[in-house]
């Protein structure tokens, strides 16, 4: 399972050359997509593609999730009937509203991953809609499968009616709250994509702005971003710090058999420690 989150990039599920040339990706996770870059007639043909290519999971260097469709589309359980398996570490669920979707979507998971001796697999929702907004605490803060949460504007301005630009008025509310939110339930928060990929100036501001916000990353949907990414979403000093004082008190702590501890009344526990480990070694290279 994954421990960033800097950069999220979405692969159409459907186009085989694509799903190749994700194996050398540096991305921190590649999504391969089933939803919006999927047309309806292609979705079928997208789950074989996907199928096939998590069999061929030692190949790719980043984490790999799959974006399902959405759970008003009625085509989730399909959707993971034919990728869960063996090498995929989780699944990003579009326009999530509420916890009851995410209810739905677990008990489904459960049998599948019983059924093929899978551990829990990861779940990502992306909030997408004004109920999904309203809801960002309660769903990141669902379970333990859930390690992010992720903010998807287009959906969001088109649910307000608002028309997107680079700067709309419309997300800013949206785009402040959900990392805030994010935070307070234990996890992080990825920003949306930055569409026009000739404007580097305007993604890297974007990016900036981002980060200034809360995320701990953001969604792409080419390979030329991921580098401006990681140098944006790079670990400043103050999580640098954090994180030698993290693996510090919990080693400290699992030498006297305690486990779980708590610096300045914050809990830490094994992937608290596990993240912190994560993010020195990265600082490293």
């Not at 999220?8 to 590649?30: C, H, M, T, W, Y």
């Not at 074989?48 to 061929?56: T, V």
């Not at 993604?203 to 200034?212: A, I, L, P, S, V």
Request: aromatic share 8%; hydrophobic share 35%; with cysteine.
């Amino acid at each position: 399972m994954t421990q960033f989150f800097r950069s999220l990039i979405f692969v159409p599920g459907n186009n085989s050359r694509f799903l190749e040339k994700a194996k050398k990706l540096q991305a921190d996770i590649v999504c391969f997509d089933l939803e919006d870059s999927v047309p309806d007639i292609e979705k079928t043909n997208a789950r074989k593609l996907i199928k096939n290519a998590l069999k061929s999971r030692k190949l790719y260097k980043s984490s790999i999730f799959v974006r399902t469709n959405s759970p008003t589309s009625g085509k989730i359980p399909h959707d993971l009937k034919e990728v869960i398996q063996k090498g995929i570490d989780g699944i990003v669920i579009p326009k999530v509203n509420n916890v009851q979707e995410l209810q739905k979507i677990v008990k489904i998971l459960s049998v599948l991953e019983k059924k093929q001796k899978l551990k829990p697999i990861q779940i990502i929702p992306s909030i997408e809609s004004a109920e999904g907004v309203v809801n960002t605490y309660n769903i990141a803060s669902f379970g333990k499968r859930i390690p992010a949460v992720i903010f998807g504007v287009f959906d969001l301005l088109n649910d307000l009616g608002v028309e997107y630009t680079k700067e709309s008025e419309g997300e800013k509310y949206s785009r402040g709250k959900i990392p805030v939110d994010a935070h307070a339930a234990g996890i992080v928060a990825i920003d949306a994509i930055w569409q026009d990929l000739k404007d580097s100036k305007g993604f890297e501001k974007d990016c900036k702005t981002g980060r200034n916000l809360g995320y701990s990353g953001k969604s792409i949907i080419h390979p030329d971003q991921i580098s401006i990414v990681h140098k944006s979403f790079s670990p400043n000093k103050s999580e640098i710090l954090w994180a030698e004082k993290v693996c510090k008190v919990y080693s400290e702590s699992t030498k006297k058999g305690k486990g779980a501890t708590t610096i300045d009344g914050k809990m830490i526990d094994e992937v608290h420690f596990k993240q912190a480990q994560a993010l020195l070694e990265l600082v490293k290279k």
